[in-house]
Structures are given as C-alpha cells and as structure tokens.
C-alpha cells in the first residue's frame, strides 16, 4: 500500500508532505474527494486523529497526524535525505527553523487572517499584536535571508520546505505587497521557493494576495453554504488558494469612501491611542499618530471660522463648535477631528484640524453638515515642517498655542 | 567546550533540553546570571537567535535556537537514543506528539494564560475559543492516553519530554484541579512523568495551582479587563447658561407670540 494523505487538495499543510515527497521520490496518494468538515468527521478518520484536524497520514504501519510530522515522516522514509542537511548541527538547525515556522510565522499569520474570515471572534488589539509578532518573526527571517540563499547550508531541505509552505499560505491571503516589501529578502526567498519545479508541481501558479479580507461583521458558521455560494463572484478569488470551510463574502459597502484601497491606519486605533495616553502625551500619542497615518489612505485638514471677529460670547461660541461636532456624527467612522477656541478674551478665534479618510474632503459631510461652508479649509502639506509642527500642537492642545491661551479644545474621535 | 544553554532557571522550554540530557547523558551547562529581558536582547544573544528569545543552545558548531529543536539535538548526540523511539514509526509518532504539544496544548495554554499575566491584550471572548481549543486537545490526548502509559512504545520518549513540560507549564500556572479533572487521564500521565528520577532532578517539586491563586488574576483582570476611553482631560469651560424654567420658556413663547400678532 503506497502512503495515502487524507486532506484536501489546496491544503497547505498537506502541501508540505507532497513537496517533501517530490524531493525524495516517495510516492504519496492524495485522497480523492474529500471533503472537509465531513471526511475529517467520521468515526475512520477520528481513529486516526483524535482531533479530527487534516492532514493525516496513512501508512502500512498505522497513521501519523501533525502536518511537520508527516513531512519527516516522508522525508526519513528514504533513508539518509539531503533533505536534512548533511551533519548533526544541520540537522538541528533544519529542525529549528521548522519550529520557528510553527510557533512565529504559522500561528502569527492565523492570528490575523482568520478572525478576518469569521473562524474566530475578531478583535482589533489581539489583531494588532498578531501583526507585530509576525512582524517580528519575518524581520528575524529577513536577517537570517539576508546573507542565505537557503534557510540550512546551500540546497533545500525540509526547513525550506516548511517555512515556504507557512508564508505560501500568508503570502496568498493576507501579505499583500506593501507589507512584505518591508522584507526583501524574505520576498526575493519565498519566490525562489514557489518556483522550484518540485514546489511548483505540487502548488502550481502562483498569485500574492491584492486586498487584505476585510473584518467578518458576524462569524458566519450558521450558513457556510449560502457563504461558499456568494464567494467566488465577491472575493477577488485568491487562486487555487485552499479552500477554506467557509468563504468570506464582502460586506457591501455603503459608503464610497468604503471603496478607496484598504489602508494601512485603522482610525480606531489611533482613537483609542488618543483616549489612553494619559501622560507623556507628546512622545507616546504623537509619535504613534506618525507611525500610523497613512498618507495615501487618509488627509489632513486645517480649517479656520470665517467670521471670527463674531465669537464675541464665549459660550455662544463654544455652543456653536458643540454642535458643528454633534453634526459632524454621520462620519465617525471616516474622521478625527480636534476644534479649538483660542483667545482669553473676545473675539474667541476657532480653528481646527481633521482628519479624513481619502485625499477630499468626503462629499457626503460637505453636502449634510452645513457648518462646513462657515470654515476655510486649508489641506495640511506634510513636506512643510510648520505644518507638521501645527497639526502636532493642534492635537495635544499645546498652549500657547499660536500666542494665546486656549479657551477650550473639543476632539471628535 | 560543554554545551550551553541560554535561558533563565525555571524556564520550561529549557527544561525540555535539561531533562532530554539527564536521559541521555549528556552534559548541558545552564547559563548564570541570566537575566530575562536583559541577556537575551545583547547584540551576542541577538546574533545566536535573530528573534531574541530563549532559550539557545551554544554548541561547538555554532548556536541552536527553538526549544524542540534543542531537545532534538540533545537527543541526538546519543545514537540510537531510545528517547527516539526503535522504528521509523515510532520516530514519526513521537514527532507527531511533539508537534501536537506545541501547536494545541502549549499554544492554547500560553493564549489563554499571557493575556492574564498582562502580556496580551485579554478579551473574554477570546479567551474563551482558545479555553475551547485547549479542552479538545486535552480530550484527544485523554483518550489516547487511557490505554498507553507513555505517548509512544512502553518507555519515556522525546515526546513525553516536551507533553510534560508543556503541561507543567499549565498545571502550575493556570489549571487547576477542577479543570483538569475532566481529564483523569492526563493527570494520571502527568504526574507519573514529573515524578520520574530525572524529570525530578530538573524540575523539582511541583506545586499545583493553588486556586486561590487564579482566582486572584481572574479578579485582577476583571478590574482591568476593558480599557476605558476615558475623556480627555476637559478645558476649563465657562459655565453654560443656566436652563430656563419652564414658566419663563412659557413666558417667552406668549411674548413671540404677541410679536407675531402685531
């Protein structure tokens, strides 16, 4: 009986073993027709796996489970392998990074990708930490590539076999190219190994995820079906990419400035900074908005009362900012924004700065918010460190601020 | 030059390799003076493991990091080392083991224990899918272990190594009894492994999780739980005007009224 690998075609899990089966001619079947989620459920495939999780592997001697496991399996089932390197210490270190894939990249990547397709609850702060462990681990990877052509001495083994088939599965869902681009060699090593014939025989052709999938708004396992069903036309379909148990369908958007490319910043983010940094304002609140504004994503507005020499009572004026922001609520999700009252004494000048998604002031709040056309709006050039300065004052409510003491500073986040 | 071993006492990751060389007679020297945070983020430590964690080895042949693979290479100097099993099969189901501890059991203990210890942000909801996941890893393993002693074959392998570690981790931080009782016989299989001579010699006495203890952090967290969006601080703001009562709203009404009129 030749060895049968239970899983799905697409599986890159199973992808692992193939390869591994490639590069040491060991012939491995794939079982036909199955079907995840039923085939991993039955009584046989419990018995094998207790978990019920893919892939399993069957062989004349019993079953082995645990993807990394089946790839030794396969590639010790020759005898000595060059896919282990050729002394102890390659050896070791072939093992190494196999866990290094396994407990950095692997679980890192699951972390952010699939709350995002409704496997898990999603939450953006346990998001936000998946992404900077990844981060962490493809920045190791990267010094490691730096000067390695492999991962272990200078042909591939099972570690580059491993690693390949972990980032394979990030590069196709969720690593578009403005992230990996931060790791060049990373990049340059991953392209190398999805095109080895023997990698590619088992993977075929190759396409890096365009869009990060967007948030799940509810975890969608009641109606798999009608999801599946939905897939192929919503998604931009990530080709013969495995097939998850459940698609994720867009949401639809509503707004257009849900259309513009995904960016980098997530505005809650920034708004929760905002809210949480209680003392060293300027180093911690600050620094983070620059490391998160996204410049192409996201535009920053000055705007200045029109008829400043009006704001003769301070509490009318106040009121007047008070409910310019109440207005400004049907663009919460698209805006921050910081009002100020400057000014001891009358006349009190306003000035403010937003923050909008897209390069334009949003249409739609030009057009409901009738208190936009009571300010000049000027767009903030970044290249100007005045500027720069400005905006930076403007959100910490710096004082004095322009030579005069600040009366009042409201923030809509 | 011995082998060394980078890590902090205590640490159940190095333990894996500490008691691997107990198995096999080999002599793994544990670093002094090794300071969490500090010795593993020296440009020397950094070059050894690019990621900066521990533990590593440091072998005549240059460095070696991620415990498993440690333990791994322990084992190895021995040949034939029976902590790998006697068959190709038994080889491979102690990797699967292996692997199956660190991928459902350690990493579903460390999700659900760092968020609170403070190292993760913690949500409930979170924590209660990896809580989940944990309890069907334990199941799996409890039905498996119901009819073997040992993970594989009828001895102490690599594998029972790194389960029992990985389980120490959770039986003293965060299982406690009342938990692991759905699983009688994990903790059968438990404290059979720590009480094994060479097991001792390295980890010691263990002490359960006191469930007081837990119920300590639970407490702790629950007051931290959700971080507030606390307001920012507020300007000093002029009163505003005083609401008018209703009789003089009802006064100024009549008088707009009668200006109307005329």
Not at chain 1, 79 to 87: A, E, H, I, M, T
Not at chain 1, 93 to 100: G, L, N
Not at chain 1, 265 to 292: C, P, Q
Request: glycine residues 6%.
């Amino acid at each position: 009986m030749a060895l049968v690998l239970h899983s799905g075609s697409g599986n890159k899990n199973a992808f692992k073993a193939l390869i591994a089966a490639e590069y040491c001619g060991v012939k491995v079947e794939l079982t036909k027709n199955f079907e995840m989620g039923v085939s991993n459920k039955t009584p046989e495939f419990i018995k094998m796996n207790p978990l019920g999780k893919v892939p399993v592997l069957e062989t004349p001697d019993g079953a082995v489970f645990e993807s990394n496991a089946i790839a030794r399996y396969v590639a010790r089932s020759k005898g000595d392998s060059l896919l282990w390197g050729g002394s102890l210490i390659e050896y070791a270190r072939v093992e190494q990074w196999m866990d290094f894939g396994a407990t950095e990249v692997d679980p890192n990547i699951a972390r952010w990708l699939y709350p995002r397709l409704g496997y898990m609850p999603y939450n953006a702060q346990s998001e936000e930490f998946g992404i900077a462990g990844l981060k962490r681990a493809l920045e190791a990877l990267n010094t490691h590539l730096a000067s390695n052509t492999f991962l272990v001495g200078h042909s591939v083994t099972l570690a580059d076999i491993v690693i390949t088939c972990n980032l394979y599965h990030g590069f196709a869902r969720i690593l578009t190219k403005t992230f990996t681009s931060e790791f060049p060699h990373v990049e340059r090593y991953f392209w190398t190994m999805v095109n080895q014939p023997n990698f590619k025989k088992v993977i075929g052709d190759f396409k890096q995820a365009e869009v990060v999938p967007p948030v799940q708004k509810k975890a969608a396992p009641a109606k798999p079906k009608e999801a599946k069903k939905e897939a192929p036309k919503a998604a931009p379909k990530p080709a013969e990419v495995e097939a998850p148990e459940e698609e994720a369908p867009k949401p639809k958007p509503k707004n257009p400035l849900d259309l513009l490319p995904p960016s980098k910043m997530v505005l809650d983010d920034w708004k929760r900074l905002y809210s949480n940094t209680k003392s060293n304002f300027h180093d911690v609140a600050i620094k983070g908005f620059w490391e998160m504004y996204d410049p192409e994503g996201y535009s920053l507005w000055f705007c200045d009362y029109k008829y400043q020499e009006e704001n003769t009572v301070s509490y009318v004026t106040l009121n007047k900012v008070g409910g310019f922001l109440q207005r400004m609520d049907l663009c919460r999700k698209y805006a921050f924004g910081k009002m100020l009252v400057i000014g001891s004494e009358a006349p009190f000048k306003v000035k403010g700065l937003w923050l909008f998604r897209g390069q334009d002031i949003p249409e739609f709040v030009m057009n409901e918010v009738y208190d936009m056309e009571l300010y000049e709006w000027t767009k903030v050039d970044l290249s100007d460190e005045a500027q720069k300065k400005r905006v930076e004052a403007m959100i910490e409510d710096l004082e004095p601020f322009e030579g005069q003491a600040l009366l009042d500073a409201k923030c809509f986040k | 030059m011995a082998l060394v071993l980078h890590a902090g006492s205590g640490n159940k990751n190095a333990f894996k390799a500490l008691i691997a060389a107990e198995y096999s007679g080999v002599n793994v020297e544990l670093v002094k003076d090794f300071q969490m945070g500090v010795s593993n983020h020296t440009p020397d430590f950094l070059k050894m493991n690019p990621i900066g964690k521990v533990s590593v080895l440091e072998t005549t042949d240059g460095p070696v990091f991620e415990s498993n693979a440690i333990a791994r290479y322990v084992a190895r100097m021995k040949a034939d080392n029976p902590l790998y099993g006697s068959s190709l099969m038994e080889y491979s189901h102690i990797e699967q083991w292996i692997d199956f501890s660190t991928t459902e059991v350690d990493a579903n203990i460390g999700k659900w224990l760092y968020p609170r210890l403070g190292f993760y942000p913690y949500v409930a909801v979170i924590e209660d899918t990896f809580i989940t996941a944990l309890k069907r890893a334990l199941g799996a393993l409890d039905t498996h272990l119901a009819s073997n002693t040992y993970l594989v074959g009828h001895s102490v392998t690599l594998a029972d190594i790194v389960m029992a570690c990985n389980l120490y981790h959770g039986f003293t931080r965060i299982m406690t009894k009342s938990f692991t009782s759905e699983f009688p016989h994990v903790e059968r299989y438990f404290w059979t492994m720590v009480n094994q001579l060479n097991m001792k010699k390295v980890v010691g006495d263990v002490n359960r999780q006191s469930l007081s203890h837990q119920f300590k952090t639970r407490l702790r967290h629950q007051r931290s739980k959700s971080p507030r969006m606390p307001r920012r601080k507020q300007r000093r703001r002029k009163p505003r005007r005083r609401p008018r009562s209703q009789s003089q709203l009802k006064k100024q009404r009549r008088k707009k009224r009668h200006q109307n009129q005329s």
